[in-house]
């Protein structure tokens, strides 16, 4: 399904990315990396960031809310309807992204923005891996 | 750990994954689809995305540089290792193959979790299903 391009408003919503990494940084220190926030919220719990993390978590589920609330408009939204590639994906996703160490906002945001030479790998790898996977699945098998 | 800061940064990072419409798995999908540039099904927004965060983030660090802590802790907590290994490679590589099915990542994929669709809650409980296989199984294995 076709989506439009909206390079103006791909980089406000970046910059406000990048703003809440900055804020993040400034005031706690840490990597506002989503794979590790979610997975340190499941036990065991081996600091005291636990209350941080799920504020952070709360703001990030509130947001849209707040958004549709201002607006008044429904984000426009195409999931993905087949359960078990759904499954795969996320099972996949969350799995690699703490092996990995991260996903696009702990690498491909903050690690670039660090210069990280780890998270440079891990973003190109994790690229490359998804074009491909795009690659097959839509023009290999899905034809 | 200040719950106000990092509840700011949770809406600040919910409402750009909005605005920039990276939210949309569809956007997303249509960006990694290389092979539709030139017939007109490519989106090219998630460069931008990626471009604004990773400006935005850069100039933060350079300023935070001169800041010998954080607002609110007596250190920062960055991760400091520079190796290259096979966790990193084949953890990124899985991570792309969920991404490139689903079109989700985690930040995404939670911030959607107030839309109220089931596919979408169905993804993040797999999610954490395979964070707690990473950290209870495979990382325990001997």
Same mark, same amino acid.
Do not use: E
């Given at each position: 399904?076709?989506?439009?391009?909206?390079?103006?408003?791909?980089? =406000?919503?970046?910059?406000?990315?990048?703003?809440?990494?900055?804020?993040?940084?400034?005031?706690?220190?840490?990597?506002?990396?989503?794979?590790? $926030?979610?997975?340190?919220?499941?036990?065991?719990?081996?600091?005291?960031?636990?209350?941080?993390?799920? !504020?952070?978590?709360?703001?990030?589920?509130?947001?849209?809310?707040?958004?549709?609330? $201002?607006?008044?408009?429904?984000?426009?939204?195409?999931?993905?309807?087949?359960?078990?590639?759904?499954?795969?994906?996320?099972?996949?996703?969350?799995?690699?992204?703490?092996?990995?160490?991260?996903?696009?906002?702990?690498?491909?945001?903050? +690690?670039? !923005?660090?210069?990280?030479?780890?998270?440079?790998?891990?973003?190109?790898?994790?690229?490359?891996?998804?074009?491909?996977?795009?690659?097959?699945?839509?023009?290999? $098998?899905? +034809? | 750990?200040?719950?106000?800061?990092?509840?700011?940064?949770? &809406? &600040?990072?919910?409402?750009?994954?909005?605005?920039?419409?990276?939210?949309?798995?569809?956007?997303?999908?249509?960006?990694?689809?290389?092979? !539709?540039?030139?017939? +007109?099904?490519? @989106? +090219?927004?998630?460069?931008?995305?990626?471009?604004?965060?990773?400006?935005?983030?850069?100039?933060? =660090?350079?300023?935070?540089?001169?800041?010998?802590?954080?607002?609110?802790?007596?250190?920062?907590?960055?991760?400091?290792?520079?190796?290259?290994?096979?966790?990193?490679?084949?953890?990124?590589?899985?991570?792309?193959?969920?991404?490139? $099915?689903?079109?989700?990542?985690?930040?995404?994929?939670?911030?959607?979790?107030?839309?109220?669709?089931?596919?979408?809650?169905?993804?993040?409980?797999?999610?954490?299903?395979?964070?707690?296989?990473? @950290?209870?199984?495979?990382?325990?294995?001997?």
């Amino acid at each position: 399904m076709p989506t439009t391009f909206t390079p103006l408003s791909a980089l =406000v919503g970046g910059a406000l990315i990048g703003l809440a990494a900055v804020v993040l940084m400034a005031s706690t220190g840490r990597i506002a990396g989503i794979s590790g $926030i979610a997975a340190r919220l499941l036990p065991p719990y081996t600091d005291d960031a636990f209350a941080g993390r799920l !504020a952070f978590i709360a703001g990030l589920v509130a947001a849209p809310f707040g958004v549709m609330a $201002i607006t008044g408009a429904a984000i426009p939204q195409t999931v993905p309807t087949n359960l078990w590639l759904t499954s795969a994906a996320g099972l996949l996703v969350g799995f690699g992204s703490v092996l990995g160490s991260g996903c696009t906002s702990g690498h491909g945001v903050c +690690g670039l !923005a660090r210069l990280s030479p780890r998270s440079l790998v891990a973003t190109l790898v994790f690229m490359a891996a998804a074009v491909a996977t795009v690659f097959v699945t839509r023009h290999v $098998i899905g +034809g | 750990m200040p719950i106000l800061a990092t509840l700011v940064s949770g &809406l &600040l990072l919910g409402t750009g994954l909005v605005v920039s419409g990276m939210i949309d798995p569809m956007k997303v999908l249509n960006f990694l689809d290389f092979a !539709a540039i030139g017939s +007109g099904g490519w @989106d +090219g927004s998630l460069a931008f995305v990626l471009g604004g965060a990773v400006v935005v983030a850069f100039i933060g =660090v350079q300023v935070m540089k001169r800041m010998r802590h954080p607002a609110f802790d007596d250190s920062f907590h960055v991760p400091t290792s520079r190796r290259i290994d096979a966790p990193l490679i084949i953890g990124s590589a899985l991570f792309g193959l969920g991404w490139g $099915i689903g079109g989700f990542c985690p930040g995404p994929a939670v911030a959607s979790l107030s839309m109220g669709i089931p596919q979408t809650v169905l993804f993040v409980v797999a999610m954490l299903v395979g964070m707690t296989l990473h @950290d209870r199984v495979w990382s325990r294995r001997t």
